[in-house]
């Protein structure tokens, strides 16, 4: 009876596995904000080729 006692006790004071899970919220939420900037600056990137594409195929389109 007192290994079980013994066990539980180390059990709950053992904190790796709660480490464990804040590194991996962490990771998710990093995940989360490079996906977030990635497909913000995606939808820019391509306005800014659109233009481009514009410009080089109707020049008076540019208004240089």
């Known amino acids: 009876m007192e290994k079980v006692i013994l066990a539980t006790r180390s059990f ?26 990635v497909y913000l600056v995606g939808t820019e990137l391509n306005s800014v080729f659109v233009k481009i594409k514009t410009c080089l195929t109707n020049a008076s389109a540019c208004g240089t």
Request: aromatic share 4%; no cysteine; hydrophobic share 60%.
């Open 12 to 37: 709950l004071r053992d904190e790796e596995g709660v480490t464990a899970i804040e590194y991996g919220l962490i990771a998710a939420l990093i995940a989360v904000a490079v996906i977030a900037t």
